[in-house]
C-alpha cells in the first residue's frame, strides 16, 4: 500500500512504518495508557507489524500515534491512539482521526470500531456512535501479565 503522508503547519501524519518510533509507541502504552498498561514491546512490536500505523510528527519527532487494524475490505478497529500530553490542546487528536476516517484504502469499509473510557465526544464528530446492540457482541480477553 502508498505511503500517505498530510502535513499541517509543523506536524505531518505519515503511515511509514519507517519513522515510527517503537520505543516511543512503546513506553506511552506500557507506561501512560488506561488500555495496554504493561504490555510487553514484543507485541507492540507484533501489533506494528499487522495494522496500518498512523504517526504523528512535529518536525522528525513523533508526538502521537494509532493503528487501524482492518482486511481493507469490510471492518476497521482503530486502536492505541495517542496524541504526547505536551502537544495536546492543539486539534492534533481530531486531525488523526479525521486522516484515519479518510485513508484511501480505507474507504467502503462496513464496519468501523473502537473501545474508549474518555473520548466519546471526539470519535462522535467523525461518525462514531455507541453500539445499537451491544449484546452481539462478545470478547475474550486476557489481561498482560506485568
Known amino acids: ?19 515510527l518510533n517503537i520505543n516511543l509507541i512503546h ?7 488506561y488500555w495496554a498498561k504493561g504490555i ?7 501489533s506494528i507489524q499487522h495494522s496500518l ?4 510528527f512535529e518536525q ?6 494509532a493503528r487501524v487494524v482492518t482486511d481493507y475490505a469490510t471492518f476497521a478497529w482503530v486502536a492505541d491512539v495517542f496524541i504526547l500530553p505536551a502537544c495536546r490542546r492543539q486539534g492534533l487528536s481530531k486531525w488523526l482521526v479525521q486522516t484515519m476516517r479518510a485513508h484511501p484504502g480505507l474507504q467502503g469499509l462496513r464496519r468501523w470500531l473502537l473501545a474508549t473510557a474518555d473520548a466519546h465526544q471526539l470519535y462522535a464528530q467523525y461518525g462514531f456512535t455507541p453500539l ?3 449484546e452481539r457482541f462478545m470478547e475474550v480477553y486476557q ?3 506485568t
Open 1 to 19: 500500500m502508498e505511503i500517505l503522508q498530510v502535513q499541517k503547519g509543523v506536524y505531518t501524519i505519515s503511515t511509514d512504518p519507517e519513522r
Open 27 to 33: 513506553h506511552f502504552l506500557s507506561n501512560e495508557s
Open 40 to 46: 510487553p514491546r514484543q507485541t507492540v512490536e507484533r
Open 53 to 56: 500505523c498512523f504517526g504523528v
Open 60 to 65: 522528525q519527532q513523533q508526538v502521537g500515534f
Open 132 to 134: 445499537p446492540h451491544p
Open 143 to 145: 489481561a498482560y501479565q
